[in-house]
């Protein structure tokens, strides 16, 4: 057998036992015995290999050593044949065992048809799909009997039952908490799984406590031969890129490890690629995360180094007796510090002194004691990164020049003159040439500093500074600033026109100048708990790049929510643009009628644009000005429980939804666009004038609480369907009618209730006339908004119905009507009743013959250029007259040109 042959037949094998995922853990340990042989055989053909390079038709003729070991042999080189072999052997070895036959289930066909429907079993990919219903109702016979029909087209099957009871069993008894630290450990890898669960199967619960903090501590050996695989195949500078993440960075930035890594010489752009197509990292978003798994990996692999070789320290035993006994070497590049809660380390004053290449600090300490009792002599110059909260130091050592650094996050540092100090270093810092992020947040004894032009972001949250340098607005680079807590600033910071990000949160700030203007790339402004803030000019709408306003009394976290915190708080979002992706939002708890018209972005004024407003108890009214916004085509102010009423609206919307307003009374406004879609649905409080408003408009179609049919519905009826008389008239060829369906729903909640809303709503129309029945038919879909409480309503809409026939033959009418029939396509909300209003009857009398195409569309050619139209119009109640108009122009009957009623 050639070698290529035998290797397919493998892999075959494992892509297919690979696909069943809900076996993984047994499947594995079953699967093991062939793969130790298949490796066992790829040894032997290697060995082997020049015994048969003398044959004839090149075949490669694999044989098995004498060793007991069994093995595949094929010489017709019938690859297909030799897959199945190996399928079926492995397959034995795996002991898989059909599940029995059985018969006679009564009642779940329909099931089976249902799931049958949702595989593609022609596809190759995995498909899970899960069966979800009470208890009892027949879910695992449903996948019995669905495996029993399907199975015998794989080649490997197997059928696990009760695998939810199977895995409780080991945590009934005090295990849940220590099955989920286990988890956490494995990183929630089947692998890792596996080996643990395998490691600890059969211990005690003590036994579980006692082996644990090895389990924390060290990688097991199965796991890490496995990962390692794919760290072996990387270059030189991508391992190293491997170990800087997994040993420092942990979870990353890109950009800041772009930018930390940037002179490393490490190719970090390309090398950031390969990590993550061999999977050793994933990346989405701008953030990258290592798995816990092979994060410590590759600390076990820095660990096997001798202490005076290693690049990376974090074990904080070993890093004290490093800091406390100056025996740090210029092999460290990096020290990750984590001290616990009651931890005291000592630091001596020359402890960096022989770690001339550190570039990576970092040291956290949380309710500890670290201690530098005679400062330091130096910090490496080549340090690029220093994160060190709560650092002991008030000055920087005067060796230190921190020209490598490019960022420096010191929060709860006992700094109070930053830079002073610092060996050939100007009060300007101009020096920092490569700073990008600095953090002086809750720096409580600083209350001045120089900052450096190539800063990209500043954070200065809570700290004591009382202004900001004159050369900031020179800053060019500075994308971000956030001076949140910083009460002692009074007036708006002076920054520079191109930043990007403000956060002013608790600041003594009293207004926001009309210089807000020159702001000009200004995307996020953040002011909450500015209890100060009076007046804010209305040059913030000019600002054509913000994104996002925050300006709240109340509040103090930049990333607060709108649900939470003060009931007044309330958002307004606009999107526009093309499919509305670019958007602006303000979220506010000011008086909505006085920041609002203040902040409209000008550009909404005249764009196509969409409004949504929301706030369960923070709005009460609409500021008038949204009717200046002449391009708004949507209104969204569903769950906005306390408003009471809507201003006049413009007549460019298409939509409004007003879903859940429980509160809602007024709409001082009409709606004159027939396209329009009205969403009243749990508007239970509104007025009379409000109501007939909503169902006597034109619209698409409108959604409201209601009891019954509306009266002006001069066709009703209790149930979902309804006959309307128009005898001695004849069947029309086309109408155009008004319907109302009354709806209901249970009021029993359930989880059926919220899974299931209400989707559509479809007619149905037929026409009899001197006892001949005919069809309608009409192209309209009828598409309703999410329903999914409970309480009768009432869902309106227009639709326009022809023949999809020839009309009747010309005789005497003796008898006409048209039913209608309404059905709701939901399995909780059912027809109540129904009504028709008729608006517009059309009938066709033509002198002469359809041609075969024109019959199919329903569309008739005159004769001559004459056509007879006959409108039908209603004079009252089931009192029709008809009258004739003739139209020279037309060369055939449209439905656009129906006369109006």
Not at 617 to 631: A, E, F, M, Q
Request: charged share 25%; with cysteine; aromatic share 8%.
């Amino acid at each position: 057998m050639k070698r290529t042959a035998m290797d397919n037949a493998i892999r075959s094998s494992v892509v297919v036992l690979g696909s069943l995922a809900f076996g993984y853990m047994s499947l594995e340990l079953g699967y093991k015995p062939f793969l130790e042989k298949a490796e066992q055989y790829e040894r032997s053909v290697q060995s082997q290999a020049s015994q048969h390079q003398q044959e004839q038709d090149g075949q490669e003729e694999a044989r098995w050593d004498n060793n007991n070991i069994e093995g595949w042999e094929e010489k017709n080189d019938n690859e297909a044949e030799m897959i199945n072999k190996v399928a079926s052997d492995v397959t034995a070895v795996l002991g898989f065992t059909p599940s029995k036959d059985f018969d006679d289930f009564v009642g779940i066909e329909s099931q089976i048809r249902e799931t049958k429907s949702k595989l593609i079993l022609q596809s190759e990919q995995v498909k899970i799909i899960g069966i979800v219903d009470p208890a009892g109702i027949g879910k695992t016979t449903t996948a019995r009997v669905l495996y029993n029909q399907l199975s015998h087209g794989f080649p490997f099957n197997t059928f696990l039952e009760n695998i939810r009871g199977s895995y409780e069993k080991p945590c009934d008894y005090g295990f849940e908490g220590l099955a989920r630290e286990v988890t956490g450990l494995a990183g929630n890898l089947p692998l890792g799984l596996r080996v643990m669960g395998s490691y600890l199967r059969g211990m005690s619960r003590n036994e579980w406590i006692e082996a644990l903090p090895r389990l924390r501590s060290s990688l097991d050996r199965e796991i890490e031969s496995t990962l390692r695989f794919s760290y072996d195949a990387l270059s030189d500078k991508d391992k190293a890129l491997f170990l800087h993440i997994a040993c420092f960075f942990g979870f990353f930035t890109v950009y800041q490890v772009k930018s930390c890594l940037e002179k490393s010489g490490l190719d970090v752009n390309h090398g950031l690629q390969v990590l993550a197509q061999r999977s050793l990292l994933s990346i989405e978003k701008g953030f990258g995360t290592m798995h816990s798994l092979l994060k410590q990996m590759g600390r076990e692999i820095v660990k096997k180094q001798s202490l005076e070789e290693r690049q990376f320290l974090w074990d904080t035993t070993e890093i004290s007796n490093v800091l406390e006994g100056d025996t740090g070497t210029g092999k460290v590049l990096g020290i990750h510090l984590d001290i616990l809660k009651g931890e005291e380390i000592q630091i001596s004053k020359s402890a960096f002194d022989g770690m001339n290449n550190l570039q990576f600090l970092y040291v956290m300490c949380m309710c500890s004691t670290l201690h530098t009792p005679e400062g330091l002599n130096c910090l490496p110059n080549k340090l690029r990164l220093i994160d060190w909260n709560d650092c002991p130091l008030r000055f920087w050592p005067s060796k230190f020049s921190g020209k490598f650094l490019v960022e420096l996050i010191m929060q709860h540092s006992k700094f109070e003159k930053l830079w002073e100090g610092i060996k050939k270093l100007p009060s300007s810092i101009g020096r920092l040439i490569n700073l990008q992020e600095l953090d002086l947040s809750r720096c409580v004894g600083l209350k001045r500093f120089n900052g450096c032009s190539s800063l990209k972001i500043l954070e200065l949250r809570d700290s004591a500074i009382e202004e900001l340098p004159p050369s900031m607005r020179t800053w060019s680079c500075l994308y971000r600033l956030n001076m949140s807590g910083c009460r002692n600033l009074k007036e708006f910071a002076n920054v520079p026109e191109n930043i990007v990000e403000l956060v002013l949160c608790s600041t003594g700030i009293e207004e926001v100048p009309p210089q807000i203007e020159n702001l000009f790339r200004l995307r996020k402004l953040i002011m909450y708990g500015c209890k100060k803030l009076k007046t804010i000019s209305p040059n913030i709408s000019k600002l054509e790049n913000l994104e996002f306003l925050g300006l709240r009394v109340y509040g103090f976290l930049e990333h607060d929510d709108i649900d939470q915190y003060h009931p007044d708080l309330y958002e307004v979002i606009i999107e526009w643009g093309p499919d509305f992706k670019r958007s602006w939002k303000l979220r506010s708890d000011f008086d909505v009628h006085y920041i609002l018209p203040k902040c409209l972005p000008q550009k909404a004024l005249t764009s196509p644009v969409s409004l949504r407003f929301r706030g369960r108890d923070g709005l009460v009214t609409i500021p008038d000005c949204i009717g200046r916004l002449s391009g708004l085509s949507m209104l969204d102010v569903k769950r906005c429980r306390k408003l009471v009423a809507l201003p006049q609206l413009p007549c460019s919307l298409l939509s409004i939804d007003a879903n859940c307003c429980e509160y809602l009374k007024i709409i001082d406004s009409s709606f004159q666009n027939p396209k329009i879609c009205l969403n009243f649905a749990y508007c239970s409080d509104l007025n009379q004038e409000a109501r007939n408003l909503i169902q006597t408009s034109a619209c698409k179609y409108a959604v409201l609480p209601g009891q019954e049919v509306p009266a002006h519905f001069t066709h009703r009826a209790t149930s979902g369907s309804l006959t309307i008389s128009l005898t001695p008239t004849p069947l029309p060829s086309s109408f155009r009618f008004k319907a109302c369906i009354l709806l209901s729903k249970d009021n029993i909640y359930s989880f059926e209730m919220v899974r299931n809303s209400l989707k559509g709503v479809s007619c149905r129309v037929r026409g009899k006339q001197n006892g001949h029945t005919v069809q309608y038919v009409s192209n309209q879909i009828h598409h309703t908004p999410d329903l999914a409480g409970c309480g009768n309503h009432i869902y309106i809409c227009e639709d326009f119905f022809s023949l999809n026939q020839d009309c009747p033959e010309t005789e005497e009418t003796t008898s006409s009507e048209l039913s209608f029939v309404f059905i709701v396509h939901d399995t909780i909300w059912k027809v109540k009743g129904c009504g028709v209003q008729l608006l517009e009857l059309l009938h066709c009398s033509i002198d002469g013959k359809e041609t075969e195409d024109e019959e199919s569309m329903g569309i008739m050619k005159p004769k001559e250029n004459n056509l007879d139209v006959m409108r039908m119009y209603r004079r009252g109640p089931g009192i029709y007259q008809s009258s004739t108009v003739v139209d020279d122009s037309a060369d055939h009957f449209h439905h656009a040109n129906a006369l109006r009623r």
